[in-house]
């Protein structure tokens, strides 16, 4: 039978991990067997540019805070997994998945955006979208067009008009 001490603290890290899903916008989970330590800090410092953090907890831990969370994760919970926890939603999905793309043997199981059940499909369309500044730039580019074509009529009715008197 477990002592006190050690069931404590095991709730101690069910409640860490269910306090992490709950403030997290995109959460990620990913196999990591076979990365170095070095591939898995240099993930961890990108990682952490956008206040996003990976961690390893023990697949019943994380089933028990997703049990307590009511999300099944119940058929991704085998083999060693990592858990990344983001702030916001779409930077650390970008590097997780720019990291899969340089390194076959990342794997992501599956992820939890906005607290619902993603599968690796959807993660992948959330990866492909532009970054906020790439979407800015698209945005002016097209209301550049309306300006510019405001611009030259205009232009062209005021020739008009001194052309009439």
């Given at each position: 039978m477990?002592?006190?001490?050690?069931l404590e603290k095991?709730k101690?890290?069910?409640?860490e991990?269910?306090n992490?899903?709950?403030n997290?916008?995109?959460?990620?989970?990913?196999?990591?067997?076979?990365?170095?330590?070095?591939d898995?800090?240099?993930l961890?410092k990108?990682l952490?540019?956008?206040d996003?953090e990976?961690?390893?907890?023990?697949?019943?831990?994380?089933?028990?805070?997703?049990d307590?969370?009511?999300?099944?994760?119940?058929?991704f919970?085998?083999?060693?997994?990592?858990?990344?926890?983001g702030?916001?939603l779409?930077?650390?999905?970008k590097?997780v998945?720019?990291f899969?793309?340089?390194?076959?043997?990342?794997?992501?199981?599956?992820?939890?955006?906005s607290?619902?059940?993603a599968?690796?499909?959807?993660?992948?369309?959330?990866?492909?979208i532009?970054s906020r500044e790439g979407?800015?730039?698209?945005?002016?580019?097209?209301?550049?067009q309306?300006?510019?074509?405001?611009?030259?009529?205009?232009n062209l009715?005021?020739?008009?008009?001194e052309?009439?008197?």
């Amino acid at each position: 039978m477990a002592s006190t001490k050690i069931l404590e603290k095991k709730k101690e890290v069910v409640n860490e991990i269910v306090n992490k899903l709950k403030n997290s916008e995109s959460v990620i989970i990913f196999q990591y067997q076979g990365l170095t330590v070095e591939d898995l800090s240099n993930l961890r410092k990108e990682l952490k540019k956008v206040d996003s953090e990976v961690k390893v907890y023990k697949n019943t831990l994380l089933k028990r805070a997703a049990d307590e969370l009511k999300i099944n994760l119940d058929e991704f919970l085998e083999g060693p997994n990592a858990i990344l926890f983001g702030k916001t939603l779409l930077e650390p999905i970008k590097i997780v998945s720019d990291f899969a793309k340089k390194m076959d043997k990342l794997d992501i199981r599956v992820g939890i955006i906005s607290g619902d059940v993603a599968d690796v499909s959807v993660i992948k369309e959330y990866a492909n979208i532009p970054s906020r500044e790439g979407l800015l730039t698209m945005l002016a580019g097209g209301m550049m067009q309306y300006v510019k074509d405001l611009a030259i009529s205009l232009n062209l009715y005021a020739e008009q008009k001194e052309g009439k008197e």
